[in-house]
């Protein structure tokens, strides 16, 4: 089984920063790309920001220049430093691993429970 829990969501005001952090854990055989992704009611899921294994990343227009992704490979951890938020950047966060298990080295995509943030003053 595998688990991805996000923390660091929160209340921030227009300007502020927060940091969004997903722990995998479970029976991890290889983990091939972690991601960001956000909804708001009656909208489809989009992508925040996407990290290959390697380090390769890509972001949403939306939030170049402001938000940056990493991973800590040893830790199975990733994180989202979000800096200058906007009213818009209000979502609920959810974190994507593309990985692969113990038990059957398949490749399958697995989501968080997801994590409120919210931009208002």
């Known amino acids: 089984q595998v688990q991805l829990v996000e923390s660091g969501g929160g209340l921030v005001q227009p300007g502020g920063s927060l940091r969004l952090s997903c722990a995998a854990s479970?029976?991890?055989?290889?983990?091939?790309?972690m991601g960001w992704y956000r909804q708001t009611p009656g909208k489809q899921r989009e992508l925040v920001a996407r990290?290959?294994?390697?380090?390769?990343?890509n972001y949403a227009e939306s939030v170049k220049g402001r938000f940056t992704i990493s991973r800590d490979n040893a830790k199975n951890t990733m994180y989202l430093q979000m800096n200058s938020l906007k009213p818009e950047d209000t979502a609920v966060y959810y974190c994507?691993?593309?990985?692969?298990?113990?038990?059957?080295?398949?490749?399958?995509?697995?989501w968080g429970q997801g994590t409120q943030v919210t931009v208002s003053s």
């Open positions: 994507n691993a593309m990985l692969s298990t113990l038990t059957d080295y398949k490749t399958t995509n697995y």
């Open positions: 990290i290959i294994s390697g380090a390769s990343t």
């Open positions: 479970g029976s991890i055989f290889r983990i091939n790309a």
